[in-house]
């Protein structure tokens, strides 16, 4: 049956895993495929961690690369829902383009390791997520495994992400003890078994105090354990709250086991019932409804190509409204020229295939010979342009110059390609006598990447010199303040756009400097309001 354009958009669900390394990811995200057949067994997703990167590894690096391409965006039907994910770069290749990605996501799916609870790189890209207000659901993961006890995990999600918890399943036992998880909202019990745990066997049950729990997990202090802990949350836990769950306030959790398979469709059912649809997304001229007609979508990655015989790059669009159909004309708003979109590539699981048609909220890869930009519109008619992507401090900084002078000017135009991707951020100090540019990198695998692909692409050999700074702080003021704070700080640069940015080595040279000038404001990035 042919949908309608406002079916087509409505069941669209694009979203983002954000989790630290070795949480399970790539494992989830392969049972989530499997689901949505887009892979016939679990264990086809590729890991890139796999490999570990060498300098001298750049061809393998540049094949990571092509694998990341096909896989930074995974699509496929699931009942009568058309979903996107999309992969955020981890472990050495997490780079700003894993932030950048959560722009383009309507929701995020938090998974957490039982064990370890909230971890480093889950904090950060927790933060991206909460800046834009979008929905967060949380997966707590390998309850096949001794963890930490689901109360502390809440609390932890609450002192540490600011963010609280609705479970809307909770697990009775753990580890070797585990048995099952109680569904709230459909009152039923999944039972787990150890020997084949993908093998689910549901009891439906008329609620946490009935008999027939106690003759099924068959162990008093486990079910006593559980009524305690079901009535503690009833009393004193939050409730569950649509309108703080649309607004990221509020994380629905889910337990389970991603490797066993285990609650892993329930939390996918559940998800996609609640995740919202493409969200309306701001523009300079007003807000852009998906349901516009009018096709517009922003760039946000952009893909330097894994072939070293060909330069090309993909740029990622995100489809904010109407329809792309093969070969149709575009406006490149920031160069206000037309531009005809002729072989655009959509990401099945596996493959990348031509594509002919793509609605509000999918994702399509660009052919780009070096027109696009990060944050660039496409608008089929019309001139407005979307939100100014943002930058995020960078967390590991060199001092960059050319070898040879004469070649200066194949290296600017490198180092501003390179920063037009957006694999790197460059920066110019402030005050020094001889100005010097930075390089700051999100990842420090960029900075292999840099010299690689300045000497690959451009015949540029450049030095690098490591500068102890881990973060960068966009800042703003009154002037008067601002005259102040400069007076005394040595650490300033510029950014691109002449946006003044200080550095700082650590997190206690970042605080003193935040309780001495309280008029000034710090930014994480460079979105100042
Ligand atoms: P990623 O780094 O987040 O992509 O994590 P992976 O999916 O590669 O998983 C990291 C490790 O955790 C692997 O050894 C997985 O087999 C393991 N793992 C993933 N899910 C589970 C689970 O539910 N239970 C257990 N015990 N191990 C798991």
């Given at each position: 049956m042919?949908l309608?354009?406002?079916?087509?958009?409505?069941?669209?669900?694009?979203?983002?895993?954000?989790?630290?390394?070795?949480?399970?990811?790539?494992?989830?995200?392969?049972?989530?495929?499997y689901?949505?057949?887009?892979?016939?067994e679990?264990?086809?997703v590729?890991g890139?961690k796999?490999s570990?990167h060498a300098?001298?590894?750049?061809?393998?690096?540049?094949?990571?690369?092509?694998?990341?391409?096909?896989?930074?965006?995974?699509?496929?039907?699931?009942?009568d829902?058309?979903?996107?994910?999309l992969?955020?770069p981890?472990?050495?290749d997490?780079?700003?383009d894993?932030y950048?990605?959560?722009?383009?996501?309507?929701?995020?799916t938090?998974l957490?390791?039982?064990a370890k609870?909230?971890?480093?790189?889950t904090i950060?890209?927790?933060?991206?997520?909460?800046?834009?207000?979008?929905?967060?659901?949380?997966?707590?993961n390998?309850?096949d495994?001794?963890?930490?006890?689901?109360?502390?995990?809440?609390?932890?999600?609450?002192?540490?992400?600011?963010i609280?918890?609705?479970p809307?399943n909770?697990?009775?036992?753990?580890g070797?003890d585990?048995?099952?998880?109680?569904?709230r909202?459909?009152?039923?019990?999944e039972?787990?078994?150890?020997?084949?745990?993908?093998k689910?066997?549901?009891i439906?049950v008329?609620g946490?105090?009935?008999p027939?729990?106690d003759?099924v997990?068959n162990?008093?202090?486990?079910?006593?354990?559980?009524?305690?802990?079901m009535?503690?949350?009833?009393?004193?836990?939050d409730?569950?709250?649509?309108?703080?769950i649309?607004?990221?306030?509020?994380?629905p959790?889910?337990?389970?086991?991603?490797?066993?398979n285990f609650?892993v469709?329930t939390f996918?059912?559940?998800?996609l019932?609640m995740?919202?649809s493409?969200?309306a997304?701001?523009?300079?001229?007003g807000?852009?409804?998906?349901?516009?007609?009018n096709?517009?979508?922003?760039?946000?990655k952009?893909q330097?190509?894994?072939n070293p015989?060909?330069r090309?790059?993909?740029?990622?669009?995100?489809?904010?409204?109407?329809?792309y159909?093969k070969?149709m004309?575009?406006?490149h708003?920031?160069?206000?020229?037309?531009l005809?979109l002729a072989?655009?590539?959509?990401f099945?699981?596996?493959?990348?295939?031509?594509?002919?048609?793509a609605?509000a909220?999918?994702?399509?890869?660009?052919?780009?010979?070096?027109?696009f930009r990060?944050?660039?519109t496409?608008?089929?008619?019309?001139s407005?342009?979307f939100?100014?992507?943002?930058?995020?401090?960078?967390?590991?900084?060199?001092?960059?110059?050319?070898?040879?002078a004469?070649k200066?000017?194949?290296?600017?135009?490198g180092l501003?390609?390179?920063?037009?991707?957006?694999?790197i951020?460059?920066f110019?100090?402030?005050?020094?006598v001889?100005?010097?540019?930075?390089?700051?990198?999100v990842?420090?695998?960029?900075?292999e990447?840099?010299?690689?692909r300045l000497?690959?692409?451009?015949?540029?050999?450049i030095?690098?010199?490591r500068?102890?700074?881990?973060?960068a702080?966009w800042?703003s003021g009154?002037?008067k303040?601002?005259d102040a704070?400069?007076?005394t700080q040595r650490?300033?640069?510029k950014?691109?756009?002449?946006?003044?940015?200080?550095?700082f080595?650590?997190?206690?040279?970042?605080?003193t400097?935040?309780d001495?000038?309280?008029?000034?404001?710090?930014?994480?990035?460079s979105?100042i309001?």
């Amino acid at each position: 049956m042919k949908l309608s354009y406002e079916q087509e958009v409505q069941s669209r669900k694009t979203f983002a895993i954000i989790s630290h390394p070795d949480a399970g990811k790539t494992t989830l995200t392969e049972k989530l495929l499997y689901f949505g057949g887009a892979i016939r067994e679990a264990g086809t997703v590729k890991g890139r961690k796999n490999s570990k990167h060498a300098m001298s590894d750049w061809m393998e690096i540049e094949k990571q690369r092509g694998i990341s391409v096909t896989s930074s965006v995974m699509e496929f039907q699931y009942k009568d829902f058309h979903v996107n994910i999309l992969d955020t770069p981890g472990h050495e290749d997490f780079s700003e383009d894993t932030y950048r990605t959560l722009t383009a996501a309507d929701s995020a799916t938090m998974l957490i390791d039982v064990a370890k609870g909230v971890e480093a790189q889950t904090i950060k890209l927790f933060k991206v997520c909460s800046m834009r207000g979008i929905p967060i659901f949380t997966f707590i993961n390998k309850l096949d495994r001794q963890g930490k006890d689901p109360f502390e995990l809440m609390e932890e999600l609450e002192d540490v992400l600011g963010i609280r918890s609705y479970p809307m399943n909770w697990p009775i036992g753990m580890g070797q003890d585990f048995r099952a998880v109680y569904d709230r909202h459909q009152k039923r019990l999944e039972l787990y078994n150890h020997n084949e745990p993908s093998k689910i066997t549901i009891i439906e049950v008329t609620g946490c105090d009935d008999p027939l729990i106690d003759e099924v997990i068959n162990d008093e202090s486990l079910v006593n354990q559980f009524r305690e802990e079901m009535e503690l949350l009833d009393v004193a836990g939050d409730q569950f709250e649509i309108e703080l769950i649309n607004t990221g306030k509020l994380t629905p959790i889910f337990f389970g086991s991603a490797i066993s398979n285990f609650g892993v469709q329930t939390f996918l059912d559940h998800f996609l019932k609640m995740a919202p649809s493409p969200t309306a997304r701001k523009s300079t001229e007003g807000i852009v409804n998906p349901l516009d007609q009018n096709f517009s979508g922003f760039i946000f990655k952009i893909q330097a190509n894994m072939n070293p015989a060909h330069r090309d790059r993909i740029a990622f669009l995100r489809i904010t409204s109407g329809i792309y159909k093969k070969g149709m004309n575009v406006n490149h708003v920031r160069i206000g020229k037309p531009l005809r979109l002729a072989q655009p590539t959509q990401f099945l699981a596996q493959s990348r295939n031509a594509v002919e048609e793509a609605y509000a909220g999918d994702i399509i890869g660009l052919f780009d010979p070096g027109t696009f930009r990060i944050g660039d519109t496409l608008v089929e008619n019309g001139s407005f342009e979307f939100e100014e992507m943002p930058h995020f401090s960078p967390e590991h900084f060199c001092v960059i110059s050319v070898k040879d002078a004469l070649k200066h000017k194949s290296y600017e135009k490198g180092l501003r390609q390179l920063t037009e991707e957006g694999a790197i951020q460059l920066f110019q100090t402030y005050q020094k006598v001889v100005e010097q540019q930075i390089v700051g990198v999100v990842g420090v695998l960029q900075f292999e990447v840099l010299e690689h692909r300045l000497k690959a692409e451009y015949k540029v050999d450049i030095r690098l010199e490591r500068l102890p700074f881990s973060y960068a702080r966009w800042v703003s003021g009154d002037k008067k303040d601002l005259d102040a704070f400069i007076r005394t700080q040595r650490n300033l640069a510029k950014d691109r756009d002449d946006r003044l940015v200080v550095l700082f080595e650590n997190d206690y040279q970042m605080r003193t400097a935040q309780d001495k000038y309280p008029n000034i404001k710090f930014y994480e990035n460079s979105f100042i309001k």
